[in-house]
């Protein structure tokens, strides 16, 4: 059953990262971050390697759907996802039922811009990257924002979700 829960995940976010490349941008390294849902909603549904394969899973499987697994884009989603995955998890251990969907999204969000600011100031932009960071940064909010709110109320309206089974010791790796 896990393992038909991580791939069903995958799934759903190869699936929202096509959404998401289909979508007009203003700027091409904006995103909508679409492909966060279902790593947020696997917090509280599987363990904490589970949710860092998906997380995986998702950086190999955006980088072959767009085309840019083997470029400087794939280093900068997969730093980001990285990223984004370590906050989320660190704060779900840290506040279990107190953190909302919001504020995991905003978290992940913050962490995602974060080390790709820091990416593109160290391997592209120099102190340039500082004229990209208000741009990136309220994007990412307000993004991350909607997502959140739309995870929250999937998660408190679905069926589906609810009767999935909690992860042993509430995201515990045993």
């Not at 998890?89 to 600011?117: E, F, M, P």
């Amino acid at each position: 059953m896990r393992s038909r829960l991580v791939t069903f995940f995958a799934a759903l976010c190869l699936f929202l990262a096509a959404v998401e490349y289909a979508v007009p941008k203003p700027l091409p390294f904006l995103r909508l971050g679409l492909t966060n849902l279902p790593v947020i909603l696997s917090l509280q549904k599987m363990r904490r390697r589970e949710t860092l394969l998906l997380v995986l899973l998702k950086i190999v499987g955006q980088g072959i759907l767009t085309g840019t697994i083997f470029s400087y884009i794939s280093v900068f989603s997969a730093a980001g996802s990285l990223a984004s995955a370590l906050a989320m998890l660190t704060l779900y251990a840290a506040g279990k039922r107190a953190v909302s969907a919001v504020g995991l999204s905003l978290a992940g969000a913050l962490a995602n811009n974060l080390a790709q600011l820091t990416l593109a100031r160290w391997l592209l932009f120099g102190t340039s990257a500082r004229y990209i960071a208000p741009v990136l940064l309220t994007t990412g909010f307000i993004s991350a924002v909607l997502l959140g709110i739309v995870t929250e109320r999937f998660m408190r309206k679905s069926r589906w979700f609810a009767s999935l089974p909690q992860a042993a010791a509430n995201g515990a790796d045993a």
